[in-house]
């Protein structure tokens, strides 16, 4: 889904490009209520994840493959705001270090894969919340649901740009019909791996899974005939597993995922790549402004071997992300401490 140079005209990038700038200056305020203590390193660790298994390309077809965007997984992780921030910074990652999504087409790609992915996934998710049983298995099944619906809402996102904005002469109907039918199964992929990572993480810590936060419902005793709520619990239920081991093994996690298990990801085009070479959209694709990166097409210059340069570049864009992400997520939590301490409240 990463588009690249040329596929969008400058006038349609330009607008985009504000919808983005527009949509994270929101975020990054969102954000600051999202995150505390406890899911700011948590945010960092998302980014790092879903650039590694985005690397991991699986068949969804004949000649075609599709990967991870993770909107639904950050979003449901870590709250909406913080999610549109993760996957952002995981493609300007990959644009400006690996040139994997076109740089004047970075606002298209934000538009599309964090912006849209997010808000559909979570409006979705927080939909299917509000009807079912209210049981930590739930936000698993919604997670599910919520994923594997943003992927086709993001095909049709790019097909109404391309609609708009597009540079080559092309039926929308056919570029819609095939960006949704490759998509919807793609989309399978994104809920299996969303669904399993969320489960992972509710199993462990599911005070640290936003998406899960308030669905324990409270005993309800009946007293002298009407029903009240039972006390809450003295203590805290013991966490089966620290935040620091839980740091420790997600990153451990997309290390492998980048380094090694990425050498056996499909090498099949992804869906909008296929569709793009099907009906003549990539006509006018442009080289990538950093296509003479070291680590341009996730492999680092100069390395011969194909697995060991592969593996080289998945781990320095995953200690990267994790960095950067971080970076971020604890300078908006550290403001978001500034803004309650003592001085600021007048106390």
Known sequence: MHVPDGFIDAPTSAV????????????LRGARRELDERTAPLAGLVAAFIFAVQMLNFPVAAGTSGHLLGGALAAILVGPYTAVLCVSVVLLMQGVLFADGGLTALGVNITDMAIVTTVVSYAVFRGLLAVLPRKRRT???????????SVPAAAVAFTLIYA?????????????????????LIGVGEAAITALTVGAVIAVRPDLVHGARGLQQRLRLRVNGELVDAPAPTAPVAARTSRRTLWITGLVTSLVLAGFVSFYASADPDGLEKVAHDKGIDKKAEKHATADSPLADYGVKDIADARLSGGLAGVIGVGVTVVAGSA???SLRRRRSDDVSPASTGV
């Open 164 to 184: 708009v904005g597009g540079t080559t002469d092309v039926s929308i109907g056919k570029v819609a019909t095939a960006m949704i039918g490759v998509h919807v």
């Open 328 to 330: 971020v997520f604890w």
């Open 139 to 149: 936000v698993t099944v919604a997670s599910f649901v919520a994923a594997l619906v």
């Open 16 to 27: 985009t490009g504000v919808v983005a700038a527009g949509a994270l200056a929101v975020s």
